[in-house]
């Protein structure tokens, strides 16, 4: 159990809650007695300050430590931006996903086949109740509120989606203007959002509209186990009350600090336009340090004129903003604050470079407070990462979770995709993103292991691998769960979910890049990063920008990978090479009459030619011999190539000599014959690797001296992470 000592700070804390509890109620019971909104002019005054957005937010929030309660007062602005009337409004209430046993979420955690089950003890569970709502002009809405349940299976008891009814619909272009409080018990952290101790990381805290989608109605999902989040784009202003001693990190830039020092409290402001979520940090242990980065200083001239070049853009177009990085660390870490700033300046320039320049002025990483498990998860400019032990120089972590992290500022940040429904657009094309710019700033590293609590990289040196390298050994056994494009909830489990959204997704891209070449694909991915900033694209809209860009017909590849369960795996099934008979047996018509040749005249006729060569013995003995090489391909998965994308087959005869051949790989076999005047050593189909997807590279290739057979190792050298792999599937997010 987690219990708090109550020292003499908290239960003065814990009084003046009380007291301004009391005072709220006055100003409240006041408000509602004269019918003034709760909402001053002031206030709406801010709201209205700043860009423009159909969605608004201002929330006062006050943590009170010694209960580990929320209370806060919330302000919505939503303008309706479709053609529809919108009758009624759906939040999200994620905290109810730790209030009790009924939940979605812990009902799917105790399915069982789940990585991340969910261990709650008694006093720590999590809610929110939201106690007020009500339009600008006081109407009360809280009488139609409702829980809904859409999901299947159907979870009847969750609470993590609320519904209210307006007195009238919203009309196309209309505002509606909401005033909500609400309290929240803070869960001892499930999920990534919770306490331990004092230490405080508060994501997805406050209540939530989902996404209206016109002619569709509200895409508001439930709490689910595997799932992350789908929100609409807003301004944010958020008002952050905690005790004076602690240090506070948060999504968008701090634009006033007030203190109360006969309470022992502080109100920090942060504002941030165009963001969709909202978390922020608290706790006593923090260092806070920034930094600057300043794009000359990280980004020569040449690169940006090769960026250009390489995206075919004008210089202007690629050249980056200077940022304001802010690093939240734990004291027993204050050891690795440059590698966490290294990091971050390499993420922030190759992100910035390759899919556009990074919009905001802030970007925050925190190493989140010991034990609070909220390690490896994104939000709107913050990010959590972790480093739990003393790395090791080998592994490149934190490195590789500080790139992954701040990438999501990017895929999911700036491309909000809707992860609750096609997770691989967020997940996927960051991760194939982080192992972009790790291979760049970092080159391959060590995959970690912890045995006990103790890494074993300090005793062994494990092979260095590429973060593609790494991926692929994980993602290439679990094709037959699930497709890659699937629901969050609907996957076999959690394991089938992080490989596929992760790993298969990314090594699936990696392919498409070997498919498209380094450039095409480079275009690709900034024009969807580009296009759909701000916006909510879907897989549909990638595969359009992959045709667009390329202008070819691609798809077949999604077709193939991401929509079916089918297995990728192309090979040899066998190689030979057998001298050609000049001579061969049997009857012959020779000048009207039968003849058979039979052994005796071969051999005769054969001495003859050799002698007539200049005698038995000389080195070219095979001189004049031709060797009829047969080659046997097969498709052993359902998967197959584009007809426009045909396979390659490369064969290597004994003088060194090669010759390639193309299959279309339609079919479930194809047989072929060369001809050359030596034997083959080895052939391999596919020899540049570009289908990086193929579950069994080992078959690709087929010596004739044993020996050779099997020119990649990976698999094999990888299975042993495989394992610890998983595990740390649940911890990156
Ligand atoms: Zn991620």
């Given at each position: 159990m987690d219990m708090d000592r109550p020292d003499l700070k908290r239960s003065k804390n814990s009084g003046g809650f009380l007291r301004r509890a009391v005072q709220a109620f006055l100003c409240l019971a006041l408000s509602a007695a004269t019918g003034?909104?709760?909402?001053?002019a002031q206030e709406i005054a801010s709201q209205s300050t700043g860009q423009t957005s159909p969605l608004r937010y201002e929330i006062w929030v006050e943590l009170d430590n010694a209960r580990k309660m929320l209370r806060a007062r919330e302000n919505i602005v939503w303008q309706n931006t479709t053609r529809d009337a919108v009758p009624d409004m759906l939040f999200h209430l994620?905290?109810?996903?730790?209030?009790?046993?009924?939940s979605t979420v812990l009902q799917e955690s105790r399915?069982?086949?789940?990585?991340?089950s969910i261990q709650t003890k008694e006093g720590e569970w999590g809610w929110i109740d939201v106690v007020s709502l009500k339009l600008?002009?006081?109407?009360?809405?809280?009488?139609?509120r409702e829980f809904v349940i859409r999901d299947?299976?159907?979870?009847?008891?969750?609470?993590t989606v609320m519904r209210i009814v307006f007195p009238e619909p919203v009309k196309p272009g209309e505002n509606v203007s909401l005033r909500l409080e609400f309290e929240s018990k803070v869960p001892r952290t499930m999920l990534r959002s919770g306490y331990y101790q004092d230490s405080y990381f508060i994501g997805q805290w406050f209540p939530k509209p989902g996404v209206y989608q016109e002619g569709k109605g509200w895409n508001c999902h439930e709490y689910h186990l595997s799932s992350e989040f789908f929100a609409d784009f807003a301004n944010f202003k958020v008002h952050i009350t905690v005790p004076e001693d602690f240090v506070v990190g948060s999504s968008g830039k701090l634009t006033s600090v007030s203190k109360d020092e006969a309470q022992n409290k502080a109100t920090y402001t942060y504002e941030q336009s165009r963001i969709h979520d909202f978390a922020w940090t608290a706790s006593p242990n923090f260092i806070k340090v920034e930094r600057d980065f300043i794009a000359d200083r990280e980004v020569t001239p040449k690169e940006y004129e090769d960026t250009a070049r390489m995206l075919g853009l004008a210089l202007e177009e690629v050249k980056l903003p200077n940022v304001k990085m802010t690093l939240l660390i734990q004291k027993q870490h204050k050891g690795q604050v440059d590698r966490h700033f290294k990091a971050l300046r390499m993420a922030i320039k190759y992100y910035g470079l390759w899919y556009g320049?990074?919009?905001?002025?802030t970007a925050t990483m925190v190493d989140p407070p010991?034990?609070?498990?909220?390690?490896g998860m994104e939000y709107p400019t913050l990010f959590t990462a972790g480093t739990s032990?003393?790395?090791?120089?080998?592994?490149?972590s934190p490195e590789g979770v500080i790139i992954h992290e701040f990438g999501h500022g990017y895929?999911?940040?700036?491309?909000?995709?809707n992860e609750f429904e096609e997770a691989w657009l967020d997940e996927g094309i960051n991760t194939y993103s982080t192992g972009k710019v790790m291979a760049k700033a970092y080159g391959p590293g060590a995959m970690g292991f912890v045995f006990n609590g103790i890494p074993l990289n300090w005793f062994i040196p494990f092979p260095k691998n590429y973060d593609y390298e790494q991926n692929r050994a994980t993602a290439i056994?679990?094709?037959?769960?699930?497709?890659?494009?699937?629901?969050?909830?609907?996957?076999?489990?959690d394991a089938s979910y992080g490989l596929n959204v992760y790993m298969r997704a990314a090594t699936c891209l990696v392919t498409l890049e070997r498919l498209l070449g380094q450039e095409t694909m480079a275009r690709v991915m900034r024009t969807f990063q580009m296009r759909f900033r701000f916006k909510h694209p879907t897989s549909e809209d990638f595969f359009t920008v992959v045709n667009e860009v390329t202008?070819?017909?691609?798809?077949w590849f999604f077709r193939e990978l991401f929509l079916d369960t089918l297995n990728f795996d192309y090979g040899i099934a066998s190689l030979r090479s057998v001298e050609r008979q000049k001579h061969v047996r049997g009857v012959f018509d020779f000048e009207g009459k039968k003849e058979e040749m039979t052994e005796k005249k071969i051999k005769e006729l054969e001495e003859k030619e050799s002698s007539d060569k200049g005698?038995?013995?000389?080195?070219?003995?095979?001189?004049g011999k031709t060797y009829i090489t047969s080659l046997t391909l097969r498709r052993f998965g359902e998967a197959k190539v584009g007809k426009e994308a045909p396979l390659k087959v490369l064969v290597v005869f004994e003088d060194g000599t090669e010759e390639s051949r193309l299959w279309d790989?339609?079919?479930?076999w194809i047989k072929m014959d060369l001809e050359k005047p030596v034997k083959a050593r080895y052939a391999v189909v596919d020899p540049e690797t570009?289908?990086?997807?193929?579950?069994?590279?080992?078959?690709n290739s087929y010596s004739l001296?044993?020996?050779?057979?099997?020119?990649?190792h990976l698999a094999a050298k990888l299975l042993f992470g495989v394992q610890n792999f998983l595990q740390s599937v649940s911890g990156l997010m």
């Open positions: 003034i909104s709760t909402f001053s994620y905290w109810n996903a730790f209030k009790n046993e009924k399915q069982g086949s789940n990585l991340r600008a002009d006081g109407r009360d809405l809280l009488p139609t299947e299976p159907i979870h009847e008891e969750d609470q320049p990074y919009p905001y002025e010991y034990r609070t498990d909220s390690g032990y003393f790395p090791t120089k080998d592994v490149l895929w999911y940040g700036l491309t909000a995709n056994n679990i094709v037959e769960y699930d497709p890659v494009i699937t629901p969050s909830w609907k996957f076999y489990s202008g070819k017909q691609m798809n005698g038995k013995g000389a080195k070219s003995g095979d001189q790989g339609q079919a479930r570009v289908w990086l997807i193929d579950s069994n590279l080992a078959n001296k044993a020996v050779k057979r099997g020119v990649w």
